[in-house]
């Protein structure tokens, strides 16, 4: 109940002219344009960066890999609020690369570039995690006759192990796009609230929510939408997949 009524409270609380109103106010399709653009942007260094690191981390056997697998997971537990700050100090102007950053004549604070970075750190974990696991399953042997046929250690990789783990795979890239669409603390204080540039949905619903709450309703059921649909369509392609 406490995981279905607030859902129910927020389609009841708007009307379909509300919606529609909604969809035309000149702050809706900025706000979901920029969201969709960053978040896909931000899913290619996700998962090509990512793919090869969790195939290390389902690998390896190391004490180096046990304590990157815990770094890796520290985005989660760690407050967004707090990664917006580490963010700053970090490429801010008078963070640990600003000084280089600034004499390049580069500005990363407060820029979509930001956005994008803001987006990677905190959704980053949520691939990297479920690509170790797919990766995880597929047998050693696959891969010791992919060697014995011919294949090079990358070619098995590429041919043999990512085909096979490819459904966690589009698992952990989808949970990471979501992870990304709603990320609001690092994105605020990091790349700020600036519209048109830097205000994505999550931040144009705290936007909304100063003067008009029904406004703030609508962009959130949208979200909700978006998040509904896509879970939708993990739940059903694993079983079309098997049919």
Partial sequence: ML???????????TSPSEIAAGFTHPMFTPALTLSLGTTLVSLIPVVF???????????????????????????????????????????????????????????????????VLAQVVVASPFYVQAAANAFRKVDPDTLIVARTLGASPR????????????????VGASLAWARALGEFGATLLFAGNLAGRTRTMPLAIFTALESDVGLAVVFSLVLAAMGAGLLVLLRVAPWRRAR
């Fill in 3 to 13: 995981l279905l009524l607030p859902l129910a409270a927020l389609v009841l609380s």
């Fill in 49 to 115: 960066l990512g793919t090869p690191l969790a195939w290390w981390l389902a690998t390896a056997e190391s004490r180096l890999a046990r304590t990157v697998d815990v770094l890796v997971d520290l985005p989660i537990v760690v407050p967004p609020a707090v990664v917006g700050v580490a963010l700053l100090m970090t490429f801010g102007r008078r963070g640990l690369f600003g000084g280089v950053l600034d004499a390049m004549g580069v500005g990363i604070p407060f820029t979509e570039v930001a956005v």
């Fill in 155 to 170: 070619m098995a990789f590429l041919r043999v192990a990512v085909p096979i783990a490819l459904p966690g795979l589009i």
